[in-house]
């Protein structure tokens, strides 16, 4: 027998038996997990993650010594402080400071996108604690670029970081684009930094340079920072490109001169560590398009991220060789379109661009629409017109439709139900993935450096210490595989979590502190006021449901008056389980006899008794587990000729 279930239940009030099914909460946490253990997990993250890496000096012990503290004040103004709040074990939601005596400076202010095993929840934010109590040190905001990973905060997270941002020009176009929407009442200081210039800004105790890097969009940069224990580089996200679509290539020289100089530190981009190779680049896909878009008959609806512009700018050119129209549909393609051509970024042919309104009455053969929706979201252009919801574009039997992005995780099943509509509905789809069986070419590239990349990159900047970052805990592992490949010591290296804080001096480097860290929740308008304990049940109702008991008591004697009403939504309908529904009037009716009539009423604590007796119930019928809501309601039933009627009742 479980040990938990033969464990004897402590007696309470006018109960006097032991319950046979095991104690009540115990009971439910074992059903919610075997409903959902994903939901479990989300509410018992322990306080130091599971850390057992060959790295970080550890000899594959968990780092048990590694406990929240507050840093002693003499080692804080001799030693650089590294922290990620964000990024590491997880794709998204970029954020990482450093801190040296009374300074700190904060390195991207990013989001994720939920899962399903967060409903209703829009997004995700780094907790900021730390740096809220600390926030009288923060100098600065730099800003790597401006996809939403490593910007998507900003109009949450900068109100709280009262001190100057630091981008490229488009990275901070982007930002002030970002943030526009939440109209905040003091708007941030902003300062452009040209990467090609070299120029140098002092922030507090740090030297700053941004270097130019490859990316998907432009002006994307590695941070370069000067301390007065050694140089530090955050690579941002990166790729060699020799040839980029847009903008200058890659400043490797500058990078190599740096290496020269020394460093210290390097928080490299372990996005696709465990990928072997080296990252195609993006021009490389430019002869499917024309491919594609000389064997379409109809029209072309093409779809990728909105802020992927260096793909853009290729799908745009290959609409201009096959003498086709232009539409951009979706209001992030609108509005990331329009700011790169006002910046001069976008280059689009004059008279090219129709509204897509106006579009629908060009000749198939004559239109391209470039939209959102890549990656199967269900309220995306894409998927409104694979459904027939948009208000311009439905598909036709003659589209051909042309996903350039790779889904990414948890939009598999998602974009494949796209796919599925789109074909029913007697559309070509050309993706990435089904080159071979389509007869296409390359319809997508990383963005991110692949193993060799960082290995080359390794070996030109040659740090005396590296640390993996922006990427799970298996790319951060692949990444410190590489710079032991490439000339780094394994003792100094370090796979660390959200919260650790890296200590530095000019020769050592050690881990043994940790800071508040983890997941702030946006829900709508609300930040923060999402709870694990509100995922938690929010999963409990998508499973199995709500049952709420209505029990009116009398308000001297506690005797139960009438029959207990009970409201179903999601678990049973009421008429066709009149059985069940007998069953629980008669076992709330026993609940009411069993308690001590002799005592004061304390109807909170039967409340919770009577959960558990209905939900074990409903378990041992139905194997089921809905959310159980008693509500006790007392009346003074001497002064009322009428019983209360009761709930309404599905």
Known sequence: MDKETSKPQPKTAGDQRRRPNGNGSAKNRRRQQQANPMAVRLMNQPAIPVNKSQFNGA?????????????????????????????????????????YGDDIIVLDVG?????ENQPGVDHLIPDITYLEKNKHKIKGVIITHGHMDHIGGAGYLLPKLPAPIYGSRFTIAMLEKQIEEFKLQVQPRFTIMDPDKHERVQIGAFNIELVRVGHSIPDATAVVIRTPVGTVIDTGDWRFEPNPIIGPPMDIDRLREIGDEGVLLLLGDSTNAARAGQTPEEHLIAPTFDDLFDRANGRIIISTFASSVNRVQLIINAAEKAGRKLAFVGRSMLANVELGVKLGYIKVPPGMITRVQDGVKQEGDKMVILCTG?????????????????????????????????PIGGNIVQVGDLVDQLMREGAKVYQAGTQAIDGSGMLHT????????????????????LMPIHGTFAMQTRHAEVGIENGVKKENIFVLDIGDVLEL?????????RVPSGVVFVDGAGVGDVENLVLRDRMTLGSDGMVVVVAVVDKRSGRLLGSPDIISRGFVH??????????????????????????????????????????DLLYAKTKRSPMVLPVVHEVDSRSSKNQPSGAPQQ
Do not use: Y
């Not at 963005?447 to 290995?455: K, L, S, T, V």
């Not at 069953?583 to 009539?597: A, L």
């Open 446 to 465: 990383s963005g991110h450096a692949f193993r060799d990349d960082i290995g080359e990159l390794i070996s030109i900047i040659r740090p005396k210490f």
């Open 505 to 513: 001096t000019a020769d050592k480097a050690e881990c043994k502190e």
């Open 59 to 99: 000899s594959g012990e968990q780092r048990t010594q590694v406990k929240s503290r507050v840093a002693n004040q003499a080692d804080s103004q001799t030693r650089l402080r590294v922290m990620s709040l964000g990024g590491l074990g997880e794709i998204g939601k970029n954020m990482t400071a450093l801190e």
């Open 574 to 615: 009421m008429k066709e389980s009149e059985e069940l529904i007998g069953r629980m009037r008669q076992e709330i009716r026993k609940s009411f006899e069993r308690r001590d009539k002799g005592r004061p009423a304390d109807w909170q604590r039967f409340k919770l008794q009577l959960r558990d007796e209905v939900s």
């Open 111 to 115: 989001s994720k996108f939920a899962d």
């Open 374 to 406: 890549s990656q199967g979201e269900v309220n995306a252009a894409l998927s409104r017109m694979a459904t027939g919801d948009h208000p311009h574009v439905k598909i036709k039997s003659n589209d051909t439709v042309i996903l350039t992005s790779n």
